[in-house]
């Protein structure tokens, strides 16, 4: 562990330190700790050849799932956003597996199947929800950052839109309430068409609000998912000026859809959303649409990243 070091001191450095499964160097002026994996920190690979982790600016939640054991994940943006695993009470909690880089979280949620319970990880406040770790609204750009791992096809999940016509399994993080939500999702279509091949099924990017006084859900979905594959998934959100704005979906570092957003859209700010990860939008699917499959790497940055900043995040984390 490095030597805690005050606030605003700067010396060049060079040292080394462990977390979970991965082993982490920071070289150069180090002038205010950044949580447990400090931005220019750079992953130390096998062979002794160091990658960058990626971007560390705007940064505003940032949960490696390197623990390897325990009950709690680190923020590693600086911001203190920690958060726990849950699950059912008496049921398994998520595991930690092998992940993209270092230790990952797979879950195991059965959904309609017996015994029903539940996995997620979320904040940790006393009732298990926090505020999410970036309230915007429809003026603020943000971008979502995930590896995720989709072992099978889901079948017999339930509508996560009021309107009964999206499902919605999240993966990186999902607000409370269906008048204020947003997050990444493998998204299964099996509840309105027969699921026979594996088109029914998509990554999905969505972000919900109003026009008009009437539900908005806008979603931006890819091709068809590769299985047990790890996936980067990056949800990005641009909000330029009330006539500009743009869910974009990338997919291992390309662009895959660019969706124009209504110049009337709005979040509802009232709504006090939470920070799930593995959780869908809303709790009113019971054991319906919670994650199955591995999470690792999730970010949530201040503002809407460009396509090669998103390219370049893909190729540093992978």
Known sequence: NPTPRAEG????????YSAGNDNYSLIGCLSKAV????AGARKMEKGGQASNLGLADSLVGWWLFDEGSGGIIKDSSGQGRDAQI???SGQPKPSF?????????????TGLVSPKYTQYVTGMDTDNEADSPYNFNENTSFTIMAWAKYPHRMYGSYAWTQSGYYNFSSFGIAGKGYSASYGLSMEDYSTILPLNSEGWQAWSFAIRGNVAGSDAPYMARSAVPKLDTWTHIVGVYEAD?????????????SLKVSTPVNSNFIMNSSVTRSFFIGHPASYTQGNKDFFNG?????????????????????????
């Open 294 to 318: 591995s999470i690792d790497d999730v970010r949530i940055y201040n503002r809407a990243l460009s396509g090669d900043e998103v390219s370049a995040l893909y190729n540093a984390t992978r």
């Open 9 to 16: 001191a700067c010396a060049d450095l060079d040292y080394q």
């Open 241 to 253: 000026s009330s006539t500009n704005r743009y869910i974009r979906l990338y997919v291992d570092g």
């Open 97 to 109: 597996v092998s992940g993209v880089n270092g230790t990952a979280l797979e879950f195991t949620n």
């Open 35 to 38: 949580g447990d994996v400090p």
């Open 86 to 88: 849950y699950s059912t």
